[in-house]
């Protein structure tokens, strides 16, 4: 099923099906429309045909005048076309390593949806081109490193413009890289395999291609998108590892949550209760009568990490279906078409990347202490010391406490915000930028991180309720941590020479492919979404 | 040809890590000879039974000891992440050679050789770069590396190609650990100082790049040089800025761009010496810190005198904080330098055209240089974040304050990349605003040779281009050393 862009119902699930799978992409006819219709002002402007008053050219920024602090100099129409190869040549100036592929393509992804609405004065062939690569399997090489996400991510998107928009007649011309068939190639090389041709841009297409943060916004959809199915997955390790800690689950009663309605915590709480439920194991401590708080607060705090993905996701969610372009032609809004505005500036997403990390750096902070608690002899209800197995030697699960807090500290330093700082670029012209690339760049990782701390709390968990399954034969798990454990035990290759890192590997493998929640929905029904409340 | 076992400096880390042979001293293997025997006549305690013990408490099954040295090695193999670069490894490996030639770890010469015959062949092991949080040691890293060096599985790489450890430690000695060997082949913060090491190295690197690159700038901007002034710097006292202030008028002798009487400049020129100043006075403390670590014995317990005595010479904390020490001052030297590309762009600043380019406007010349340089300038700040500051307890509360020193390590070594591109950047601005310079005057002997330098791996900017391949140009001739001097 084919993503279908018209600027205005991307999703992140379609953000991620054409990143990561693939997908194919097509462009909405009602959107070539819109295209046709500002190109054709933006065409008329360049040949002569607007005109202020006194019968002068109108001048509109980017289009007969340099960049930035440049926007001074007015440029002759005669010379956009070298105005426009050198704006994406001089503008090229990422440095490091390449994002990674899934990133690369959102990109592509999002800057094709952005030009769909028909604000930015572009040829619908330059979206068709950006469209053609996606299909055709052609990953751009965008260098990570040194954008300030204000305006916007100039230099990562004009590294796809190199690709895209260079002359087919000269073969010294720099035209980036990309990666096509599993090779790296030059975008030439790229193009030609795939037979698409590259655009000789008009007036306009410069900024149509690099003025906007859609790097910031990939990579920070992505990690959204990742996060918020990491909840879920942290609900189902936080369910196990209370059920192997014979938890109390008064502390998830919906009239508890009631008194303190966050719908995060009322929606954590429901998902706890649900994947608990017929469990032999919770509430039979005599005299218990509440846990510690890594367990009896995860409805606090994975609501609160719910609540803050659920706000950081929808201002990626409309930035994904938002012009960012600079200056944004709206017709039938004004006498004068053209307006400058700032919608490329990267702070929206920025923020939400930043506080994206602080969510997420609790998340996996709750679970290293839950998954301590499990290592830990005096700590976990008579669990053996470190989860060892006593049929054979070793010191258990020891090792990957450490692992969980090293993570769960790297995340700290991590989590420190990109979006506060700021400095002056382009002769103050562009005196307060974003960072919000670096702060979505960080989000990746943050969530990379925490991913590994609960698959380590999974794989503990794992680890403690098959210790009481032995114990108690015939005792009861609940519903849903039941087929968890099914899914993690039936997914571990059979090797005792298995180290733990290569346990966390298999872990992850089964995290990503949903096949884990996907059990457990099957098994204990729906479980509620970031954002959902019930 | 470095011996391990005699002193080891932070040079010949770097120099092992690219690929400088090594091998073991006569005298580390006499000392390792008899204090092994120490060790044998104190009747060689099960050191992995006894820790064992004291971690998990007394066990139902029996196991035997190499049953038990299997499991505990490969039960501290927990790390995840991408794998560390090869260089990084070999630094590691040689590191931890080191710790155990001190002969106070009860260990055979052959548990030293072992890693050393490594080294030679170029048999790497992958260890993942993340799970370790410095206390007791680098357990995780080093333990990828052991079971290597013990063929109990894992992967390595040798002459490019992945292998599993069987196929790449093929032609090596056949070494069977003792329980304590094991132990002291991954008990220290060795990944850290291994770490900490090539970023001193990097570091000394890069300071003396920033000289050249505040000299370049300070004819550029016409700069006063009272500020570099002996006299001027002496009066504070600081030794780094006088070193500064010393380079600087070797690097401007005979200039007549920068001179006594021009007016006051802006700090990022004015302040330079103590910025860059007060980095090698940080550096030159960091050194000795990771000096003494390469030549400490970080192990534990030590065999002395006959006695298996416990200690926390494992904990990296020392190191830890010299590496948060150094991401500071690494990330105050990229952002003075950020000013002044700020500044050489800036035609109201300098009286020189708009981003060093003729016809702006159409050409945007140099625009963009000063936002890569902003951006991992702000990326710095984010990375300078102390890691150290953190302790989260691990071990069932036995290993209850850590150091966070590997990740304080990687950090610092992070910053060394950015700052290596923001000094690129910095001479590649200031060697084409220096070409409108000569137009009014010749440049400093010294100054000119930089500039000519730069020219050789990119020509001067007439009409626009693609300024990453410029950027990336002079950067790895950052990293290589061509602009120190």
């Keep these: 099923m084919a993503v279908t862009l018209d600027g205005q119902n991307l999703t992140l699930e379609h953000v991620v099906a054409v990143a990561r799978g693939g997908e194919a992409v097509a462009v909405a006819a009602a959107s070539y429309e819109e295209m046709r219709r500002s190109r054709a002002w933006v065409e008329d402007l360049a040949e002569g045909r607007r005109v202020g008053p006194g019968g002068e050219p109108l001048v509109v920024y980017g289009i007969n005048t340099g960049f930035g602090s440049l926007a001074r100099v007015h440029i002759p129409f005669e010379q956009v076309r070298e105005l426009m190869r050198n704006l994406i040549r001089s503008h090229a100036a990422g440095i490091g390593p390449s994002v990674d592929a899934d990133a690369a393509r959102a990109m592509v992804l999002l800057r094709a949806n952005a030009l769909t609405r028909g604000a930015s004065g572009c040829r619908p062939a330059l979206v068709d081109l950006l469209v053609g690569l996606l299909n055709a399997g052609i990953t751009p090489v965008i260098p990570s490193r040194g954008s300030c996400g204000s305006s916007g991510d100039l230099a990562p998107l004009s590294h796809l413009g190199l690709i895209v928009s260079h002359a087919v007649d000269d073969p010294d011309e720099e035209t980036g890289s990309a990666w096509v068939d599993g090779e790296l190639v030059s975008g030439r090389e790229a193009l030609a395999r795939r037979g698409l041709v590259p655009l000789t841009l008009g007036p306009k297409e410069g900024l149509a291609i690099n003025n906007g943060a859609q790097l910031t916004t990939a990579i920070a959809a992505l990690a959204a998108y990742d996060a918020e199915r990491l909840v879920l997955l942290a609900e189902v390790a936080a369910a196990m590892s209370i059920e192997a800690l014979r938890g109390v689950t008064r502390a998830f009663h919906p009239a508890v949550h009631a008194l303190r309605p966050y719908a995060g915590a009322l929606a954590c709480a429901a998902n706890l209760r649900r994947l608990l439920d017929g469990s032999g194991l919770t509430d039979t401590v005599p005299g218990k009568v509440q846990d510690a708080y890594s367990l009896r607060c995860t409805p606090t705090v994975l609501g609160a990490a719910r609540d803050t993905l659920a706000h950081t996701g929808s201002q990626i969610r409309v930035e994904l279906n938002a012009v960012t372009d600079n200056p944004v032609i709206c017709l039938d809004a004004d006498e004068d078409d053209a307006f400058s505005a700032g919608l490329f500036h990267g702070e929206p997403v920025g923020i939400a990347a930043d506080v994206m990390k602080i969510a997420v750096a609790e998340l996996a902070s709750l679970s290293e202490r839950r998954l301590f608690r499990l290592t830990t002899g005096n700590l976990s209800a008579r669990l053996p010391a470190s989860l060892r197995r006593d049929d054979r030697p070793g010191v258990g699960l020891f090792g990957l406490q450490t692992t969980a807090a090293a993570l769960v500290s790297e995340n700290k330093s991590l989590a420190w915000p990109a979006s506060v700082d700021s400095l002056p670029t382009c002769e103050d012209q562009e005196d307060h930028v974003a960072m919000s690339t670096t702060a979505a760049r960080r989000a990746g990782e943050v969530v990379g991180n925490a991913r590994a701390v609960i698959a380590i709390e999974l794989l503990c968990a794992a680890r403690a309720l098959r210790y009481r399954l032995d114990a108690e034969p015939g005792v009861s798990l609940g519903r849903g941590t039941r087929a968890a454990l099914d899914v993690l035990e039936s997914g571990l290759r059979d090797d005792d020479e298995a180290v733990p890192s290569e346990r966390v590997t298999e872990v992850l493998a089964l995290m990503g492919e949903h096949t884990l929640i996907d059990a457990v929905e099957a098994a204990a029904g729906r479980l509620l979404r970031v954002g959902e409340s019930p | ?485």
């Design chain 2, 1 to 485: 040809m470095i011996t391990l076992g005699e002193r080891l400096t932070i040079a010949q880390v770097a120099a092992v890590a690219a690929g400088a042979e090594v091998v073991l001293g006569e005298d580390a293997r006499a000392r390792m000879t008899a204090n092994h025997a120490d060790f044998v006549a104190m009747g060689s305690p099960d050191v992995l039974e006894m820790k064992e013990a004291w971690l998990t408490g007394p066990r139902a099954g029996e196991a035997s000891p190499w049953e038990r040295l299997v499991a505990f090695v490969r039960g501290h193999c927990a790390g995840v992440g991408a794998p560390l670069p090869v260089p990084a490894v070999r630094a590691m490996l040689a590191c931890r050679a080191q710790v155990l030639a001190h002969g106070l770890s009860g260990c055979r010469p052959e548990a030293a050789e072992q890693l050393v015959a490594m080294l030679q062949a170029g048999v790497h092991p992958v260890v993942p770069s993340q799970g370790s949080v410095g206390a007791a040691g680098d357990l995780a890293p080093l333990a990828h590396a052991a079971r290597v060096a013990f063929r109990l599985g894992g992967q390595a790489v040798r002459d490019g190609r992945l292998l599993d450890s069987d196929a790449a430690m093929e032609g090596l000695p056949e070494f069977r650990p003792e329980p304590k060997e094991a132990l002291s082949v991954i008990n220290g913060a060795t990944l850290t100082v291994a770490l900490a090491a090539l970023a001193c190295h990097q570091a000394r690197g890069l300071l003396r790049t920033a000289e050249v690159g505040l000299a370049m700038s300070m004819e550029v901007v016409r700069a006063n040089t009272g500020m570099v002034r002996f006299e001027v710097l002496q009066s504070r006292g600081h030794g780094g800025g006088v070193r500064v202030g010393r380079r600087l008028r070797e690097l401007l002798s005979e200039s007549t761009l920068a001179s006594v009487d021009r007016r006051p400049d802006a700090f990022s020129i004015r302040c330079a010496p103590a910025v860059l100043g007060s980095a090698w006075d940080a550096l030159s403390h960091i050194e000795e810190v990771v000096e003494r670590e390469l030549n400490g014995a970080c192990d534990n317990p030590l065999v002395i005198a006959r006695e298996l005595v416990d200690g926390g010479n494992f904990h990296g904390a020392p190191v830890a904080l010299a590496m948060d020490h150094l991401k500071t001052a690494l990330t105050q030297v990229a952002s003075i330098a950020e000013r002044r590309i700020f500044r050489m762009t800036y035609g109201v600043l300098t009286g020189l055209p708009s981003f060093l380019v003729e016809s702006t406007g159409l050409n945007s010349g140099f625009m963009l240089a000063q936002y890569t340089a902003a951006s991992l300038v702000s990326e710095c700040k984010g990375l300078s974040m102390p890691a150290s500051v953190d302790a989260i307890p691990t071990g069932q509360h036995h290993e209850d304050h850590v150091s966070m020193g590997p990740i304080a390590a990687r950090g610092a070594l992070r910053i060394c990349d950015a700052l290596a591109e923001v000094l690129a950047i910095e001479i590649l601005v200031a060697a084409q605003g220096l070409e409108f310079r000569m137009e009014e005057a010749p440049l400093a002997p010294r100054v000119e040779a930089l500039r000519a330098r730069v020219r050789e791996v990119v020509p001067r900017w007439r009409e626009d281009r693609v300024l990453h391949l410029d950027q990336q140009a002079v950067a790895a001739g950052v990293r290589a050393g061509r602009y120190e001097d």
